[in-house]
């Protein structure tokens, strides 16, 4: 049942990152000028994603809850997962952050540029890759 759960919370960290990638990406064409003519298109594009997204990330930290539950080791001394937690907490206020550009959007308040989107865009790879490296590496257990 263990490996079950692993490949299902892999499965919507997945889904849940593509929307990561993805939203941010349809920011910055949101934030062009010249693509105006489909700035509805692009909010109906981000609300469906961003619904995605969320039930991607409440079923990776279900799935993830439940591979705790069936071992409870990580939560005694297991640096590494601490700071994969820690990650995960930021992802999730990165995901929020999403939501607020998103309505921003939606209300025509958008007051950042295409070139600062492309940065924000780059904050769930950095996540990705810390995460990764916890789980795989695990560079902190003893």
Same mark, same amino acid.
């Given at each position: 049942? &263990?490996?079950?759960?692993? !490949? ?5 960290? +997945?889904?849940?990152? *593509?929307? $990561?990638?993805?939203?941010?990406? #349809? ?9 105006? !003519? ?5 909010? +109906? ?12 990330? #409440? ?7 439940? $591979?705790? *539950?069936?071992?409870?080791?990580? $939560? ?7 700071? =994969? ?8 206020? &990165?995901?929020?952050?999403? &939501? ?11 007051? =950042?540029?295409? +070139?600062? &989107?492309?940065?924000?865009?780059? !904050?769930? !790879?950095? *996540? ?15």
């Amino acid at each position: 049942m &263990y490996l079950w759960m692993k !490949a299902f919370h892999v499965i919507f960290m +997945v889904t849940w990152f *593509a929307g $990561l990638f993805y939203l941010p990406r #349809l920011f910055i064409y949101h934030a062009m000028d010249e693509n105006k !003519a489909s700035f509805d298109l692009f909010g +109906v594009m981000e609300k469906r994603l961003f619904g995605i997204m969320t039930i991607g990330a #409440l079923l990776t930290v279900v799935f993830g809850v439940a $591979l705790v *539950a069936m071992n409870w080791s990580y $939560l005694i001394s297991s640096t590494w997962f601490a700071v =994969k937690v820690f990650f995960i907490l930021a992802l999730f206020g &990165y995901h929020f952050w999403c &939501y607020k550009i998103m309505i921003l959007f939606r209300e025509g308040r958008n007051q =950042k540029s295409h +070139v600062w &989107y492309r940065w924000f865009n780059e !904050a769930p !790879a950095i *996540a990705l890759i810390a995460i990764v490296v916890m789980v795989v590496v695990r560079p902190f257990q003893a």
